[in-house]
């Protein structure tokens, strides 16, 4: 599922409706067994405080990005790999999604192949060696791994293998849970379902995550999908980890068209603040959610694909996804480019779609901010899907 077909499921959703459903619905901690889908739909729990909504400010105006990219395809037939500079390092041949560890020396990835599932790995970003996190403890595998600020991991999978031959089997059914370290123990579910990516804090055991019944594959139940952010705090009591005071922050109840929401990160160093992507009929805006207001805000709102990602530790900047030709029907190539979230400033950061169909995915960047992790990604693949991990260097400012 790439992202044509995520915005080609609500443009036909939007020629069935006008305006999305306004939904809500509650939170549910289950047991070790639930599943996403059942998780998704259960009834409030008392335990669980819902704050007041968000509130939506008017979204500057609409930039019109012009359709043309002069790095796109300017080098076809040429594996990007193959002219790489010289500062740019592969660190891993396959694997995706990387994520920096709290110190800096390892990066977690998840090693999918051709499925939207795969098991946990780690790299020493000295050395490059790699080792298995979650093979020896089977199961269908993850769709994310997330570092936690203690050094645990924080993972999204389904608890139960998905339906065979299912397209995009388990992407949309994960279940959260925490993986303690040193790894040599199963991972503890926490009873909560988890959409796509998830937002740990680099600097307490804060989370964000997306409670959402979306599923691609089915672009007639748009109308209907649940899209919700929810922020809590996990909890140590002994050997169990729960997620304690969590609450809904955001609902896409907000918009008048049908639109999905989906966290990206807290903006340090306050953690005030989540930075979000907002998918629509037409693309992807970066947003603001300021945490203590509620305010909503559209940071970009252009013509442009335009999705959120690694955030720098010192909080003024956030690495994009961007494509310029994106047209909402025929998925091109992305690049990375960082935007200044002080001044809406944009840089140009690889150039990977001169070697299109190849592009440059999924930017983390480390601690310290000096270096910038992301993926060699090929389109026509299942989204996400990844073909090595690189790392580059963050020029001082």
């Known amino acids: 599922m790439d992202r ?30 639930d599943n996403g889908a059942d998780a998704a739909s259960a009834p409030p729990s008392p335990r669980h405080v819902v704050a007041g909504p968000a509130s939506l400010e008017a979204a500057p105006p609409r930039t019109v990005v012009p359709k043309h990219d002069p790095e796109l395809g300017t080098r076809p037939g040429v594996h990007p790999l193959s002219e790489l500079p010289q500062d740019v390092r592969v660190l891993t041949k396959t694997g995706q999604r990387p994520d920096w560890s709290p110190d800096g020396r390892t990066i977690a990835f998840i090693d999918a192949k051709g499925t939207a599932l795969g098991h946990v790995w780690t790299v020493d970003v000295g050395s490059g060696a790699t080792a298995a996190v979650t093979e ?18 924080l993972l999204c999978g389904p608890t ?21 370290a040193p790894f040599d123990r199963p991972p503890q579910s926490l009873g909560l379902p988890c959409w796509e990516g998830m937002a740990p804090s680099r600097t307490s055991l804060q989370i964000a995550w997306n409670r959402s019944t979306a599923d691609f594959t089915k672009p007639a139940d748009a109308p209907g999908w649940v899209s919700e952010i929810w922020v809590g705090e996990l909890r140590y009591e002994g050997d169990r980890v729960m997620v304690a005071d969590a609450r809904k922050v955001a609902d896409r109840e907000l918009f008048d068209s049908i639109v999905l929401l989906e966290v990206q990160g807290f903006r340090p160093p306050s953690d005030n603040e989540l930075i979000l992507s907002l998918y629509g009929e037409d693309g992807s805006d970066v947003m603001a959610l300021d945490l203590t207001s509620g305010k909503l805000r559209n940071l970009t709102n252009s013509t442009a694909y335009e999705e959120a990602e690694g955030i720098t530790p010192t909080g003024d900047a956030v690495y994009v996804e961007r494509e310029l030709t994106y047209n909402g029907q025929e998925a091109g190539a992305l690049d990375i480019w960082k935007y200044g979230l002080a001044d809406g400033s944009w840089q140009r950061i690889t150039f990977f779609n001169r070697y299109a169909p190849h592009y440059a995915s999924n ?16 389109n026509g693949e299942i989204e996400g899907q990844g073909n090595g991990i690189l790392l580059q260097p963050i020029p001082s400012p």
């Open 363 to 378: 930017p983390s960047v480390s601690p310290d901010g000096r270096q910038l992790a992301y993926q060699l990604s090929y």
């Open 160 to 180: 139960s293998p998905p339906a065979a031959g299912a397209q995009e089997a388990g992407r949309f059914t994960g279940v959260m849970s925490v993986l303690r």
């Open 136 to 153: 020896k403890f089977g199961g269908p595998g993850y769709s994310r791994a997330y570092y936690l600020h203690n050094g645990d991991l």
């Open 4 to 33: 044509a077909q995520r915005s080609r499921s609500l443009v036909a959703a939007a020629c069935t409706v006008a305006v999305a459903a306004a939904f809500g619905g509650g939170f549910w901690a289950g047991s070790d067994d």
